[in-house]
C-alpha cells in the first residue's frame, strides 16, 4: 500500500492507493474506488454509489448497518482495523441498506463488498 498527500479546498489529507491489475484502488475518507479499465468497461451506471467496499485488508471492529435501515450520506456503517488504525467507512449516498457482507470481528480482504446500499 502507499499513500499520497492531497490538498482538498487548503486541508492536506492522505488517500491510500493500493495497485490491482491494471488499476488500483483508492481510499479516502471512508470511501472507496477502483480506478482502471476493467471497472470502467463493465460498471453499471450507479453500482459504485450502491457499494462499500474494503479499502484495505483489516479486521472489522464494528457494524451499524442494518438490512432495510434508511442511511444518510457520510452516516457510519462499518469500522474497519488495519494498521493499528480505525477506519470509518460511510455510506456514498442517502438510501437503505440492501444487504451486510461482514460482522463484527471478521477478517476482510481489500475491496470486499462490506455494505450494499438498494438502488
Known sequence: MSWIEVDVRGKRTRVAIVRAGEGGWLSWNGLIRYLGPERAA???PGVVDR???APMTGR???VSA???AAVRVNEVLVILEAMKMEYRLVAPRDGTVE???CKE????DLGLMLVTLAP
Open 60 to 62: 472489522v471492529v464494528k
Open 42 to 44: 463493465t460498471a453499471e
Open 99 to 101: 444487504s451486510v457482507g
Open 105 to 108: 470481528g471478521d477478517r476482510v
Open 51 to 53: 457499494e462499500v467496499r
Open 66 to 68: 442494518k438490512p432495510g
